[in-house]
């Protein structure tokens, strides 16, 4: 099954499938009225979701961490997707957000014990295509702070994206593509919507995930650098760090690996992506093409 031109776009609210222009959700829901959710990124290919185990791992996790009760098992959210996918006719080259709110609350406000026993689940597939040869990145850095786990702990994957948003709205009118957040401490965490990594004299490295999403990208293209025989750490990584560098990339799910050639208007490296990001960025097609080679 394929969407047809003109076929309204199907998303899964609570139970149901319905057109994205009639699908709600209440106006007492927690998500709504604070950003108190869960979600995940996930991404389609060849019929297959990548990664899902483990992006349902992640969103256990969160949701532990955040008392919030997934609405169903693993199996049942896995089919909720399936079933998404299904209703539009989507097999490849798209991304998924998958969404868990706290629930309808009984009033406004923001405390958890006015909401439901369990939380609400929204699915939203979009087609998405990732360019076969991704654009290079310009970033600018943000004076906006990613918070430390004293704070908020970055491996909660939460819905209120506030922080990102008010950071790319800092460097918005600067003719950037990215805004690149530092830590409390200032060194590189991420940028505002991906992981990132540079490379110099050979050796692969990203800053440790103290004040960054511990990203699923960026665990697979960790390991398919050790597994082609770099060098890859983790490590407190200052500014200096990346304008010495001789490449940088950035990961995610949405954008895969895409190379950053300047920041904060100096030059990365040639000024061109580099051999070690096109090396991996192949590397990790490959893995997808095998990984996804089965049915979803």
Same mark, same amino acid.
């Given at each position: @099954?394929? &969407?047809? @031109?003109?076929?309204?776009?199907?998303?899964?609210?609570?139970?149901s499938?319905?057109?994205?222009?009639?699908a709600?959700?209440?106006?007492f829901d927690?998500?709504?009225?604070?950003?108190?959710?869960?979600?995940?990124?996930?991404r389609?290919?060849?019929?297959?979701?990548?990664?899902?185990?483990?992006h349902?791992?992640r969103?256990?996790?969160?949701?532990?961490?955040?008392?919030i009760?997934?609405?169903?098992?693993?199996?049942?959210?896995a089919?909720?997707?399936?079933?998404?996918?299904?209703?539009?006719?989507?097999?490849?080259d798209v991304?998924?957000?998958? @969404?868990v709110?706290?629930?309808?609350?009984s009033?406004?406000?923001m405390?958890?014990?006015?909401?439901?026993?369990?939380g609400t689940?929204?699915?939203v597939?979009?087609?998405?295509?990732?360019?076969?040869v991704p654009?290079?990145?310009?970033?600018?850095?943000?004076s906006?702070?990613?918070?430390?786990?004293?704070?908020?702990?970055?491996?909660?994957h939460h819905?209120?994206?506030?922080?990102?948003?008010?950071a &790319?709205?800092?460097?918005w009118?600067?003719?950037?593509?990215a805004?690149? @957040?530092?830590?409390t401490?200032?060194?590189?965490?991420e940028?505002?919507t991906?992981?990132?990594?540079? *490379?110099?004299?050979?050796?692969?490295?990203?800053?440790?995930?103290?004040?960054?999403?511990?990203g699923?990208?960026?665990?697979?293209?960790?390991?398919?650098?050790r597994?082609?025989?770099l060098? *890859?750490?983790e490590?407190?990584?200052?500014?200096?760090d990346?304008?010495?560098?001789?490449?940088v990339?950035?990961?995610?799910?949405?954008?895969e690996?895409?190379?950053?050639v300047e920041?904060?208007?100096?030059?990365?490296?040639?000024?061109?992506?580099?051999?070690?990001? &096109?090396?991996?960025?192949d590397?990790?097609?490959a893995r997808?093409?095998q990984?996804?080679?089965g049915?979803?």
């Amino acid at each position: @099954m394929r &969407r047809s @031109m003109g076929q309204p776009l199907m998303v899964y609210v609570d139970g149901s499938i319905v057109p994205a222009e009639s699908a709600s959700v209440s106006v007492f829901d927690a998500g709504f009225q604070s950003g108190d959710a869960v979600w995940e990124g996930l991404r389609v290919y060849d019929g297959t979701v990548l990664r899902l185990a483990d992006h349902l791992d992640r969103l256990e996790h969160s949701a532990r961490a955040l008392r919030i009760a997934l609405p169903g098992t693993r199996a049942q959210i896995a089919a909720a997707v399936a079933a998404t996918l299904e209703a539009n006719g989507f097999r490849h080259d798209v991304h998924v957000r998958l @969404m868990v709110t706290r629930g309808t609350r009984s009033t406004s406000g923001m405390d958890p014990r006015n909401a439901p026993p369990r939380g609400t689940l929204v699915v939203v597939a979009e087609h998405k295509p990732v360019p076969e040869v991704p654009t290079p990145q310009r970033l600018r850095t943000a004076s906006i702070r990613r918070p430390s786990p004293q704070v908020l702990d970055p491996g909660i994957h939460h819905a209120n994206q506030l922080n990102s948003i008010v950071a &790319r709205l800092e460097v918005w009118d600067d003719g950037v593509d990215a805004a690149l @957040m530092l830590d409390t401490d200032g060194f590189v965490a991420e940028v505002d919507t991906a992981n990132i990594f540079c *490379v110099a004299d050979g050796v692969v490295r990203t800053p440790f995930a103290t004040a960054c999403l511990h990203g699923i990208t960026r665990a697979t293209v960790m390991e398919q650098a050790r597994g082609a025989g770099l060098a *890859v750490r983790e490590a407190r990584l200052s500014l200096f760090d990346f304008y010495a560098a001789d490449e940088v990339f950035v990961t995610g799910t949405v954008c895969e690996l895409v190379p950053v050639v300047e920041i904060d208007g100096r030059r990365i490296g040639t000024g061109e992506p580099g051999p070690i990001w &096109r090396q991996l960025l192949d590397a990790y097609r490959a893995r997808v093409s095998q990984e996804t080679a089965g049915p979803l």
